[in-house]
Nanobody, 118 residues
Framework: QVQLVESGGGLVQAGGSLKLSCAASGSFRSLNDMGWQRQAPGKQRDLVASITSDGTTNYSDSVKGRFTISRDNAKGTVWLQMNNLKPEDTGVYYC????????????WGQGTQVTVSS
């Protein structure tokens, strides 16, 4: 089994910052891609940012220039630094990881709420 534990969500005013963390643990050979998805109220879950094991990053257009994703492969941890937050960034943020076990498998965290007030 693989567990992803997230932390760092909360309530912040527009223009503020938050940093999300996600730590992977369990039985796996390696961590491949890691990232964050967001689900706003009444909407589908969308990709916010991802990062490969060699550090290549990808961002949704809505967060480019404001959010930064990073990871520590030795610790199995991924972070999402969110700056200049906007009310439309509100939602539940889910960490995910693609791991090598018996083939590639995807896992998600339990989600952490981010609320940005105007």
């Amino acid at each position: 089994q693989v567990q992803l534990v997230e932390s760092g969500g909360g309530l912040v005013q527009a223009g503020g910052s938050l940093k999300l963390s996600c730590a992977a643990s369990g039985s796996f050979r390696s961590l491949n891609d890691m990232g964050w998805q967001r689900q706003a109220p009444g909407k589908q879950r969308d990709l916010v940012a991802s990062i490969t094991s060699d550090g290549t990053t990808n961002y949704s257009d809505s967060v480019k220039g404001r959010f930064t994703i990073s990871r520590d492969n030795a610790k199995g941890t991924v972070w999402l630094q969110m700056n200049n937050l906007k009310p439309e960034d509100t939602g539940v943020y889910y960490c995910y990881a693609v791991v090598q076990r018996v083939g590639l498998q995807s896992y998600w965290g339990q989600g952490t709420q981010v609320t940005v007030s105007s």
